[in-house]
């Protein structure tokens, strides 16, 4: 027997599908090269899957993420605590939200992206092609507008989503992670559900990366290998 049917009959493993949105397909605000290539092969893993849980990145307008929230920010420039205490940054945020918030997440700095993913725009619906119906759980995450959430378990200042108690008060204890970015949303959520001591799959066949800043496609797949997640092809 296969490693996938294996898993797929296992009641203890759940797919998470992660983000696998228009906005981050190509041709969306914050395209990911080939993120179109992966969706009939998820969508066919949905079809597998007993206990799937779909992530949606759902921002409002505004949010702490987007490069327009800030004077003389392009997307995909960093918004670093330094600049912020050192008064060089402004924006719709005040000096000491910024600081707050940065103080708060892993390297105290955020990647600014362009407008992504905002609740009820077209970018924002998860791809029509994946079969939605059969999701236990559809998450929504960056929510908030302070706080941005790549991981579905935790946002970026450490805010529990409660996915992690979800998951095992109905006994799952492994995860396979698919959808975009794989640099990002994927990777934390897969490293966080390593944290929570989950058994983690990852096969990067079903997903794609940003990979900016340059390199951080390997460095996500060293992390994951260090923390023990199963880096396979299933
Ligand atoms: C994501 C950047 C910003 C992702 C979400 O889904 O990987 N990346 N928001
Ligand atoms: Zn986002």
């Given at each position: 027997?296969?490693?996938?049917?294996?898993?797929s009959e296992d009641r203890a493993v759940?797919?998470?599908?992660?983000?696998?949105?228009?906005?981050?397909?190509?041709?969306?605000?914050?395209?990911?090269?080939?993120?179109?290539?992966?969706?009939?092969?998820?969508?066919?893993?949905?079809?597998?899957?007993?206990?799937?849980?779909?992530?949606?990145?759902?921002?409002?307008?505004?949010?702490?993420?987007?490069?327009?929230?800030?004077?003389?920010?392009?997307?995909?420039?960093?918004?670093?605590?330094?600049?912020?205490?050192?008064?060089?940054?402004?924006?719709?945020?005040?000096?000491?939200?910024?600081?707050?918030?940065?103080?708060?997440?892993?390297?105290?700095?955020?990647?600014?992206?362009?407008?992504?993913?905002?609740?009820?725009?077209?970018?924002?619906?998860?791809?029509?092609?994946?079969?939605?119906?059969?999701?236990?759980?559809?998450?929504?995450?960056?929510?908030?507008?302070?706080?941005?959430?790549?991981?579905?378990?935790?946002?970026?200042?450490?805010?529990?989503?409660?996915?992690?108690?979800?998951?095992?008060?109905?006994?799952?204890?492994?995860?396979?992670?698919?959808?975009?970015?794989?640099?990002?949303c994927v990777f934390y959520s897969a490293e966080d559900a390593r944290k929570?001591?989950?058994?983690?799959?990852?096969?990067?066949?079903?997903?794609?990366?940003?990979?900016?800043?340059?390199?951080?496609?390997?460095?996500?797949?060293?992390?994951?290998?260090?923390?023990?997640?199963?880096?396979?092809?299933?």
């Amino acid at each position: 027997m296969g490693e996938l049917q294996k898993l797929s009959e296992d009641r203890a493993v759940a797919l998470l599908v992660i983000d696998q949105q228009m906005d981050f397909e190509p041709g969306g605000a914050l395209p990911v090269a080939g993120g179109t290539e992966i969706v009939k092969p998820i969508a066919d893993l949905m079809r597998k899957f007993p206990f799937i849980v779909v992530t949606q990145d759902s921002h409002p307008p505004d949010h702490i993420s987007f490069a327009s929230s800030y004077q003389n920010k392009k997307p995909y420039d960093l918004l670093t605590l330094a600049e912020v205490e050192a008064g060089k940054v402004s924006g719709i945020y005040s000096r000491d939200t910024l600081v707050e918030y940065l103080r708060a997440v892993p390297e105290h700095r955020q990647v600014l992206w362009p407008d992504h993913c905002v609740v009820g725009t077209t970018g924002w619906f998860m791809d029509p092609q994946l079969p939605l119906e059969r999701s236990t759980l559809i998450l929504r995450k960056g929510v908030r507008k302070n706080c941005d959430s790549y991981s579905a378990f935790f946002e970026n200042d450490g805010t529990s989503t409660g996915l992690s108690a979800f998951l095992k008060a109905r006994g799952i204890r492994c995860v396979v992670t698919v959808g975009l970015a794989g640099d990002y949303c994927v990777f934390y959520s897969a490293e966080d559900a390593r944290k929570e001591g989950f058994d983690v799959y990852f096969d990067p066949e079903f997903t794609r990366f940003v990979d900016f800043p340059k390199g951080s496609r390997e460095k996500a797949l060293e992390i994951l290998k260090q923390r023990g997640a199963r880096i396979v092809s299933l």
